[in-house]
């Protein structure tokens, strides 16, 4: 598996300028976060309105 990391970075180093994987990157995490924050907050909404309807 370690191998098959490896050659995927490397043909992504290869074929991307290192301004374009940073971009990536950072795009990648920004909606990772987005959707994690969505996922709590509607975890919240659904504990608390299914504890004050008892």
């Known amino acids: ?3 098959v990391t ?3 970075l490397a043909a992504i180093a290869m074929t991307l300028t290192s301004c ?3 971009g990536g990157i950072f795009k990648a995490g920004v909606w990772t976060g987005l959707l994690l924050v ?3 907050v509607g975890l ?6 299914r504890g ?3």
């Open 52 to 54: 004050r309807g008892k």
């Open 38 to 40: 969505a996922v709590v």
């Open 44 to 49: 919240i909404i659904f504990l608390l309105s």
């Open 20 to 22: 374009e994987v940073i």
């Open 6 to 8: 490896f050659l995927l």
């Open 1 to 3: 598996m370690k191998q």
